[in-house]
T-cell receptor
Framework: AQKITQTQPGMFVQEKEAVTLDCTYD???????LFWYKQPSSGEMIFLIY??????QNATEGRYSLNFQKARKSANLVISASQLGDSAMYFCAMRVLTGTASKLTFGTGTRLQVTL | KAGVTQTPRYLIKTRGQQVTLSCSPI?????VSWYQQTPGQGLQFLFEYFSETQRNKGNFPGRFSGRQFSNSRSEMNVSTLELGDSALYLCASNGQANTGELFFGEGSRLTVL
């Protein structure tokens, strides 16, 4: 079974500063994918970034980067130059890549508040 | 390219009723999965359909069911509604078998009174 742990229920960051959201995972599978999603108050889950377990380089997407440390089983999200619109819930998720199923296991989320 | 479309966005039902939610995936995507989100349990996987076949199922009672049509649109049904079924129901579509992101819709927010 897979497990995702997000230990920060809430985080505050000032506008234009960088912030790191923590995520650790647990799986016995060797092939897996790690995802970060943003969920604003509207409810939609917005895909931010993806990291495959065999990817040697950390994933980056614009202001988002994923700090992947496989030995420590961590996949922290780094948001650079925070904006007010970044205020939302952030979820880390995992998907095992063996087989064809698409099931995601989610963490409990971190609520990020960006302040002026 | 249209995203994932879920209908209805909001609905209110009473205990004992049933509800059907609809999800249209991104054009060309054949996999649709459903998730339930509640404040107490977080995001939980319900089931996944691929080419009209259920290929994965979460740990939910039989009152929760779903199906997928030949055009990849999916419906989920909850019968004999309970207060605890109040939740945001999210649908996701995936065009790639084993890699890449899942694209989510805006969800259907169900309130059971």
């Amino acid at each position: 079974a897979q497990k995702i742990t997000q230990t920060q229920p809430g985080m505050f960051v000032q506008e234009k500063e960088a912030v790191t959201l923590d995520c650790t995972y647990d799986t016995s599978d060797q092939s897996y994918g790690l995802f970060w999603y943003k969920q604003p108050s509207s409810g939609e889950m917005i895909f931010l970034i993806y990291q495959g377990s065999y990817d040697e380089q950390n994933a980056t997407e614009g202001r988002y980067s994923l700090n992947f440390q496989k030995a420590r089983k961590s996949a922290n999200l780094v948001i650079s130059a925070s904006q007010l619109g970044d205020s939302a819930m952030y979820f880390c998720a995992m998907r095992v890549l063996t087989g064809t199923a698409s099931k995601l296991t989610f963490g409990t989320g971190t609520r990020l508040q960006v302040t002026l | 390219k249209a995203g994932v479309t879920q209908t209805p966005r909001y609905l209110i039902k009473t205990r004992g009723q049933q509800v059907t939610l609809s999800c249209s995936p991104i054009s060309g995507h054949r996999s649709v999965s459903w998730y339930q989100q509640t404040p107490g349990q977080g995001l939980q996987f319900l089931f996944e359909y691929f080419s009209e076949t259920q290929r994965n199922k979460g740990n939910f009672p039989g009152r929760f069911s779903g199906r997928q049509f030949s055009n990849s649109r999916s419906e989920m049904n909850v019968s004999t509604l309970e207060l605890g079924d109040s939740a945001l129901y999210l649908c996701a579509s995936n065009g790639q078998a084993n890699t890449g992101e899942l694209f989510f819709g805006e969800g259907s927010r169900l309130t059971v009174l």
